[in-house]
């Protein structure tokens, strides 16, 4: 399984610049961090109710 993700890797660090590597990492951890945010709220709002 650590094989496939060390292709996948890879891959996306041969079709990228540095650049849009590190574009790409920061959009993907900033949709992350909002998708977790919204969970927190929804839980939150769950709770109150």
Do not use: D, N, W
């Not at 891959?11 to 993907?28: D, M, N, V």
């Not at 951890?29 to 709770?47: D, E, K, N, P």
């Amino acid at each position: 399984m650590i094989a496939f993700f060390q292709q996948i890797r890879s891959i996306f660090r041969e079709s990228h610049t540095p650049l849009q590597q590190i574009i790409l990492s920061r959009k993907a951890f900033f949709q992350l961090l909002g998708y977790l945010g919204a969970c927190t709220i929804f839980t939150v709002l769950a709770q109150a109710y």
